[in-house]
């Protein structure tokens, strides 16, 4: 079955810039999306075919792909960004759906 | 602004069938483009996609679920429904109702996503 694959942790102090990362082997081929879950609350979409960026959410939320990989990028991290958060695409037939593990962004 | 809303049992016995319904106020599921679809989270894990519906009644679902899992809708009552059945302490989760925006059938992301509902298999 196909995988996508997050670090299990990220830490940044604030202000800094934290980047988080997403590999998968049909990352150049689908789209991947981005979510953000906080402690008892739902996810929220934060990113959307790779590099969008839903209305609401802060100009400091960033994604890029290059090839596997795709990478989404906070900038100037604040503390109410501590958060866990989700890739999300498709298999290579972008039929079957796949979460990657989750990476917890501690803000030091 | 579309609202989705899970509602059932919050326990279910070992072998018996978990069945949850998600109610969409604010928008409908017969509008196109959108795929509903449910989503669970372990506690203390990662999600795991379900499976979707369209409201044409078309469906897709996990292929490590399939087997287990109905995904229903209903016009009428502007809802949708999941259904797994002879579960095990695994499938004790967190289950999530939300929105697919597809723009293509593997073009989509999900938004919004109802509060989650935590489903707990024990006897």
């Known amino acids: 079955s196909y995988e996508l694959t997050q670090p299990p942790s990220v830490s940044v102090s604030p202000g800094q810039t934290a980047r988080i990362t997403c590999s998968g082997d049909a990352l150049p081929k689908q789209y991947a999306y981005w979510y953000q879950q906080k402690p008892g609350q739902a996810p929220v979409l934060v990113i959307y075919?790779?590099?969008e960026r839903p209305s609401g959410i802060p100009e400091r939320f960033s994604g890029s792909s290059s090839g596997t990989t795709v990478t989404l990028t906070i900038s100037g991290v604040q503390a109410e960004d501590e958060a866990d958060y989700y890739c999300?695409?498709?298999?290579?037939?972008?039929?079957?759906?796949?979460f990657g593990g989750g990476t917890k962004l501690t803000v030091l | 602004q579309v609202q989705l809303q899970e509602s059932g049992p919050g326990l279910v016995k070992p072998s018996e069938t978990l069945s949850l319904t998600c109610t969409v106020s604010?928008?409908?599921?017969?509008?196109?483009?959108?795929?509903w679809s449910w989503i669970r989270q372990p506690p203390g894990k990662g999600l795991e996609w379900i499976g979707y519906?369209?409201?044409?009644?078309?469906?897709n679902y996990n292929p490590s679920l399939k087997s287990r899992v109905t995904i229903s809708v209903d016009t009428s009552k502007n809802q949708f429904s999941l259904k797994l059945s002879s579960v095990t302490a695994a499938d004790t989760a967190v289950y999530y109702c939300?929105?697919?925006?597809?723009?293509?059938?593997?073009?989509?992301?999900?938004?919004?996503w109802g509060q989650g509902t935590l489903v707990t298999v024990s006897s």
């Open positions: 519906i369209y409201y044409s009644g078309s469906t």
């Open positions: 939300a929105r697919r925006v597809g723009e293509t059938t593997t073009v989509g992301w999900f938004d919004p």
């Open positions: 999300q695409s498709a298999d290579s037939s972008g039929t079957y759906l796949v």
């Open positions: 075919k790779d590099s």
């Open positions: 604010g928008g409908s599921v017969s509008s196109g483009s959108y795929y």
